[in-house]
């Protein structure tokens, strides 16, 4: 019950403090500026449709890219003072002797704000993959399956934004969420790299990057699902060409990493409840 | 005392304590309010009188000790219904409207939905802000938010309210507003539970009260309880000789300002004999002035004796 009122107030405040209405904006523009670039595409002097679909195929990769990076900097941006500045301005004071459970609060904020995520990333990819379609005739593979990632990507973040925002103020928090996605995005290039040249020490700390830092796994995840298959075939036949491309993935993730990145969310949850229950306010 | 008969009590505690780190916040507190009382609990700035409320209404943990509220140990979850409470220092969510923010704390407290109009409207009329109900509270002054502050602690006519320093930012008018509410729920049944700095705040309001200073209680009781039975005496004399003066400290504690001396401890009854003393040893005398003692001049000497 409980649960649920925080959750309409995560959302609410979001709506309110004109947060939404400047992300659509935004996200408006940048998806009109680049379907209108994507569509310049097959205008170009002696272009094969095929390499338009080839141009097509790695662009909207790059753009996926921006769009996880946005999403990864407003999840830790809006996580990291969500229970922090409550705190700190003391509406936490007057909310938390109510008969609600501090477990409530958190379970709520989390929720209000995966929501606001995965409708951001849903909306926003949907609107982009429709736009490339208009302008180029291409659509990747499965797009879903991407946006899904892109999306749970936000959401890893956002969970760990939200267990440091117990502890510490919103600016430190939010500044180590983003310094750990940035060291998962490097460890997943070391992966990459380890595996390439079958070095065992840089593929055990990729993997454990991969293991502790979720997002640059999912990143991962999807691009899979980004790539026309005949593309898929004629990278992996370049091989060592493509050691450390942070672009390009040649399997899908296995679904043991699935499982542990959705335990991992629960033990940050798990971590973050015990650690705000425990905080002396 | 026992848990059961705690459950007779608005507030409980047994040798409650708080330390943060190395700092003692509050050390041994044991004290009883009663139900439908007004409690104050007054003390200089640091005494651990913030810590103490926290404590009850669960916002932190004591370090030893236990403590009871309405009956049930603190922190328990049905209890937290039939609480109101004002913190210190807090703001509310500024995005929100001042009736927005009330139907909020209707929400959480648990009260039925068809309630909620009439209580927030109360509630707002109670605290003197009809007015703004519509109104972001962004845009309110401390002294506004303190009153919608206690408007939030009034909803759902709690069995127990707990008003930490709840005139700090108002005005006069504010503080005479304030003294009016706790009377109206004194008369309504409720216990009220004041956190104060402010003598004249408590000793306007309070059926008892306890004194306290870095973390303990240093006296407790009713206000005549606190001041004591023995008044104290202004007497305005010229011509004394410093021997007489001397021989008159036999009459109480003196305080000599020149012409004004003032005797404390000293009872009614004694105060002719004083008179034909001071005109026996010389002195011509002006004024005499019987002066009770206020709880201001108690609460000074209790702080020095504790130093002392
Ligand atoms: N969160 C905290 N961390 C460290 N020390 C604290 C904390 N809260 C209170 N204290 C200390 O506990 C003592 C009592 O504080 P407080 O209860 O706020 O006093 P009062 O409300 O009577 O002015 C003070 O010395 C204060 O510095
Ligand atoms: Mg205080």
Request: overall charge positive; aromatic content about 6%; hydrophobic content about 50%.
């Amino acid at each position: 019950m409980h649960v649920l009122t925080m959750a309409r107030l995560t959302i609410l405040e979001a709506s309110r403090r004109k947060l939404l209405l400047a992300l659509a904006l935004l996200t408006l523009v940048v998806i009109v500026l680049t379907s209108w670039g994507f569509s310049r595409l097959p205008t170009m002097n002696g272009v094969t449709p095929a390499e338009v679909r080839v141009a097509a195929s790695q662009l909207t990769i790059l753009v996926a890219f921006m769009f996880s990076g946005v999403l990864a900097l407003g999840a830790t941006l809006v996580a990291a003072p969500s229970i922090a500045s409550d705190i700190e301005s003391g509406i936490a004071l007057a909310i938390l002797p109510r008969p609600i459970r501090r477990s409530e609060v958190l379970i709520g904020k989390w929720l209000g704000l995966a929501v606001l995520i995965a409708l951001y990333a849903a909306l926003s990819g949907v609107l982009e993959m429709v736009g490339i379609w208009w302008a180029t005739a291409y659509l990747p593979p499965s797009p879903a399956v991407a946006i899904t990632f892109v999306g749970a990507e936000g959401i890893v973040l956002m969970t760990l934004a939200l267990l440091l925002s117990t502890r510490l103020a919103p600016m430190t928090g939010g500044v180590i969420a983003l310094v750990l996605f940035f060291v998962g995005w490097i460890g997943g290039i070391a992966l990459t790299i380890g595996q390439t040249f079958q070095n065992s020490t840089i593929i055990n700390i990729g993997v454990g990057s991969r293991l502790l830092i979720p997002t640059d796994g999912l990143w991962h995840g999807a691009i899979f699902y980004l790539e026309p298959s005949d593309f898929l075939a004629a990278a992996q036949a370049a091989g060592r060409v493509r050691a450390g491309n942070p672009f390009f993935a040649d399997s899908p993730l296995p679904l043991p990493y699935l499982v542990w990145i959705a335990a991992w969310i629960l033990i940050v949850l798990v971590l973050a409840n015990w650690s705000f229950a425990r905080r002396d306010l | 005392m026992e848990a059961a008969d705690a459950a007779s009590l608005a507030v409980h505690t047994q040798d409650l304590a708080k330390r943060y780190g190395k700092t003692v916040a509050l050390s041994g507190l044991t004290m009883s309010v009663r139900r439908a009382e007004v409690f104050g609990f007054l003390g200089p700035n640091g005494a651990g009188k913030t810590t103490a409320v926290k404590l009850l209404v669960g916002l932190a943990r004591s370090s030893a000790g236990q403590a009871w509220v309405l009956g049930a140990p603190v922190g328990d979850l049905k209890t937290r219904r039939r609480l109101g409470y004002l913190p210190e220092l807090f703001r509310y969510q500024g995005w929100m409207k001042a009736s927005e923010v009330l139907s909020l704390h209707c929400e959480l407290a648990g009260l039925p939905r068809a309630g909620w109009k009439a209580e927030i409207a109360s509630a707002l009329a109670t605290v003197g802000l009809s007015e703004r109900g519509d109104d972001r509270v962004e845009g309110f002054s401390k002294g506004m938010q303190q009153r919608l502050g206690l408007g939030v602690a009034l909803l759902g006519r709690p069995e127990l309210v707990l008003l930490d320093e709840p005139t700090s930012a108002l005005d006069p008018v504010g503080r005479h507003d304030v003294r009016e509410i706790i009377r109206q729920l004194k008369d309504r049944g409720t216990a009220v539970f004041l956190n104060s700095h402010l003598l004249s705040e408590v000793e306007q309001v309070c059926d008892r009260l306890a004194v306290v200073d870095r973390g303990r209680v240093i006296a407790t009781g009713t206000m005549s309880q606190i001041l004591g039975q023995d008044g104290a005496v202004r007497v305005r004399v010229t011509g004394l000789p410093p021997a007489g003066r001397a021989a008159l400290r036999a009459y109480g504690n003196l305080e000599d300002e020149g012409q004004w001396l003032t005797f404390r401890g000293l009872s009614q009854e004694r105060v002719p004999e004083l008179v034909s003393e001071i005109v026996n040893q010389g002195g011509r005398v002006y004024a005499v002035e019987p002066r009770h003692e206020t709880l201001e001049d108690r609460f000074l000497q209790l702080l020095k004796e504790q130093d002392g």
